[in-house]
């Protein structure tokens, strides 16, 4: 995003995008990537949005909320989000803690993730309109 | 086989050899005889009790044999080969040390007997005989009871690596499906072990849908029932979801006490039920509507 | 050095064999300094050695030689070691001064140390100049002074303590704004833990700027200390630099994955607590010997305190959901937890991650 190794990595593939982060995010850090991938799903009109957390070894409280927030925001704006990728570690971590993703749906990884959007999206918004 | 090369001229060494092969050709010619003697006397020295008569037979035959060979052949290898082999059949059969060493004593014993037997009429001959004979029956005896407690530490081992795992067992059924029985009574340690494995084991085996089956613990605590709610939620975390069998009512009581939402926990009665259901959760494509929670 | 070693003919050979010391060579090392930093350069030291005498060396006893020459290079760098150790409480580099401006620096240093010895009373500053000047032992000072060598020493490190205190307040020109200052700086000096909580010098540094930008040398000192880590927290980065440092700390215990994620994921909810509700405060990771081996974490700020600890730590076991300060969660992570806050003074959270008993892995 701004200078420097790339923290985030967000591609379009088809109708979805996905958003890979590649190190642990700070707070600020992770509000400008909520505020990047929500811009970006309006002006893509995806449909389905890929959040790829492996590489973040802790998932605190606000990782959390914002991870959540970005699943709501882009629902507002007619796009399915996955996470993917919460490691078993960071998995056990969170329900201890107390947290968890709420209603956004989880998968193992890219892969699953992917899968499982090709379920939830069975028309892949090739035609003009994308929207209902 | 070999009694037929004989020649005159001998080393030293060699003519130890020479005196094994005569010996080994008379060990075959009477081994019917010298086997039945051997095992007549494991029978009295109440050794081998675990083994049926006919196990016991089959196995003294195929010692006896061996043993020969290992005479004959005098290297190391066939002799070590020949200790393992023999401990790996025996020790399944419930023999003790002793039993082993005994039997490998005895079958020394009765056929140095039979040498005296052969050769008492020429008392130098059987000096010489038993010369060749006594440091190789040893060294057999020796090698075998050494092996035998490798082996017996090894097969140890293995079962107590197999009891830990079983403790606390991840099996991955068919693709993309874990079954974890929960057997005995869980504290909060083993219960955070159990989930720690569940979690490893569903990205190992890249698994989407886990069974649970308690029917095997009788008793859940509240601290417990709270691991296995926290369990459930960080399965789906990593995208898998949970299936839990063999609920009972007293288990069911004591989560809704601490606050569980039953109706949000995929719960079936018995293990066979949670298997169908899993599968009808890989096989048939779930549709997830939008805003919607399946699990 | 290595220039010579490698214009020499014939040490090809001697060079191999030398290559062949290594594995042993740095077990002897390795045998003396363990995980030492330096361990590594003490191999290379002996190496170098070895190689440069080889040409001089019997066949045969390039070994035996390699291993005595390992011994020396290990007992110089104890040596060393300890001299620097000895010289620590020094605030001042005794070596010559280069260049002028450092002799101008010199000249600083010089008269505030002067100022500062001027501030102690006469008997300590006696006994100091006694031992540290003129050589004398602290037996003979004690007998002298009809005391014991032990009372000495002590008083001794005490009268360095504010030594090293009354230098920095002179050196910076100030005088501390707070009759609290001085027993919190001189016991931050003489690195005393107890005396520190008992002047509540870890609150004092967050709430006195003046203390807190002169400690800063006087903690470095004891920033040494193995396995102790304090970190400034003032902004979002430092929650993560926190959070991976205790991780860090935490890994040189038995913890297992599971649990490094956990501490590290506790430090970093209450780092975020500091940064929201306090602006800025402090975070020590510590390793713990007694009564068990655990990971400690104490973090503190002097912000306006929490109003109701009661209420912040309760939310019900398994709600999820109301965020707040996210402190129950935090105490469900780890095995001890304590909160004092302060209304106006802020908040400390005390937490402990015990390693776990071996036999279960």
Known sequence: MNGGPALVSIMRQGSNLIASVHTALDDSELVRFERDLVDQIGEFRSRGVIIDVAALDVIDSFAALTLRRIAEMARLRGAVTVLVGIQPEVAFTMVRLGIGTGDVPTALDLEEGLEMLARTAPHPASGADGRR | MSDQQQEPERTAAGEGEHLLSQLVAHLREHRTRLREEWAQRIQQAHLLNAMTPQEMSAETTSVYDNYVEVLETGSVEALQHYARDLSERIIPRGVETHEVVGIVLLLRDVLARSLFEKYQRDFGLLNEVLDAYEPAANRIANTVAVSFVDERERVIRQQQDAIRELSTPVLPVRERLLILPIIGVLDSERARQLTEQLLSGIRKHRARVVVIDITGSPDVDQTVANHLVQTVDASRLMGASVIITGLSPKIAQTLVTIGVDLSKMNTIGDLQGGLEEAERLLGYTVTRKEGGTSS | ?361
Request: proline letters at 4%; charged letters at 30%.
């Open chain 3, 1 to 361: 050095m290595s220039a010579t070693e490698r214009g020499e003919k014939g040490t090809g050979h001697a060079s191999a064999d030398v290559a062949d010391l290594i594995p042993m060579v740095r077990r002897i090392v390795g045998a003396r300094v363990g995980s030492h930093p330096a361990a590594d350069d003490l191999v290379q030291e002996t190496l170098t050695r070895v190689l440069a005498a080889s040409d001089t060396i019997e066949p045969g006893m390039l070994e035996p030689y390699a291993i005595v020459t390992a011994r020396n290079v290990v007992a110089t760098m104890w040596r060393d070691e300890d001299r620097k150790r000895r010289n620590r409480h020094r605030a001042i580099d005794l070596s010559e001064p280069e260049t002028p401006e450092a002799q101008l620096v010199l000249d600083e240093e010089q008269s505030a140390m002067a100022r500062a010895l001027g501030r102690l009373d006469e008997r300590e500053r006696r006994t100091l100049l006694e031992h540290e000047v003129s050589g004398t032992d602290t037996k003979t000072l004690a007998e002298s002074a009809g005391s014991t060598a032990g009372a000495i020493a002590a008083q001794l490190n005490r009268t360095r303590a504010r030594l090293r205190v009354e230098y920095l307040l002179a050196l910076q020109h100030v005088e501390p704004p707070t009759d609290r200052c001085r027993p919190v700086l001189i016991a931050l000096s003489s690195g005393d833990h107890r005396r520190q909580r008992e002047v509540r010098a870890a609150q004092h540094l967050l709430e006195c700027k003046d203390c807190a930008s002169l400690s800063q040398p006087l903690l470095e000192r004891g920033q040494q200390r193995e396995g102790s880590l304090r970190i400034t927290i003032a902004a979002d980065p430092d929650i993560v630099a926190a959070r991976s440092a205790a991780r860090e700390v935490a890994s040189r215990l038995k913890f297992g994955p599971t649990e490094l994620t956990v501490i590290a994921t506790a430090v970093s909810e209450v780092c975020r607590n500091i940064v929201r509700f306090a602006g800025s405060g402090e975070v020590v990771i510590e390793l713990l010997e007694s009564p068990r081996r655990g990971l400690q974490v104490v973090a503190r700020d002097a912000g306006p305190g929490i109003p109701s600890v009661e209420k912040a730590m309760s939310d019900g076991y398994s709600t999820y959901g109301g965020l707040g300060l996210g402190l129950p969660g935090v105490r469900r992570l780890m095995d001890e937890f304590a909160l004092v806050s302060e209304s106006g003074h802020g908040t400390t959270v005390t937490m402990t991650k015990w390693e776990r008993n071996t036999d279960d892995e």
